[in-house]
């Protein structure tokens, strides 16, 4: 049974940073492709970042520079390194997976096959 499960959420300053996990049971996630995103009160889910099974990154105009999505092979995860943080980055963030190559650049939310329950991130002073 295919299982993604995010970790590392929690509550910061602005300006301060943190370091959000997606490990997989059930696949393994070098021949995957994996999408972060993230939902706040109120508003609807909206696309982070990607990373390509082929290595290739994508980012949200609002995190570009800020925000780095990277692979831990030997965990069988992927990493959200989150920098620079302002109070408009809370929310749930998940992350979502599909095998092979994306079939676009920023794959919506229903392109995927497998999804996390989400962490909470919460920037505030």
């Known amino acids: 049974q295919v299982q993604l499960v995010e970790s590392g959420g929690g509550s910061v300053q602005p300006g301060g940073s943190l370091s959000l996990s997606c490990a997989a049971s059930?696949?393994?996630?070098?021949?995957?492709?994996i999408g972060w995103f993230r939902q706040a009160p109120g508003k609807e889910r909206e696309g982070v970042c990607t990373?390509?099974?082929?290595?290739?990154?994508t980012y949200a105009d609002s995190v570009k520079g800020r925000f780095t999505i990277s692979r831990d092979n030997a965990k069988n995860a992927v990493n959200l390194q989150m920098n620079s943080l302002k109070p408009q980055d809370t929310a749930i963030y998940y992350c979502?997976?599909?095998?092979?190559?994306?079939?676009?650049?920023?794959?919506?939310?229903?392109?995927?096959?497998?999804w996390g329950q989400g962490t909470q991130v919460t920037v505030s002073s």
């Open positions: 979502a997976a599909l095998p092979g190559r994306l079939p676009e650049l920023f794959p919506a939310w229903g392109d995927y096959n497998y």
């Open positions: 059930g696949i393994t996630l070098v021949y995957y492709s």
């Open positions: 990373i390509n099974s082929d290595g290739m990154t």
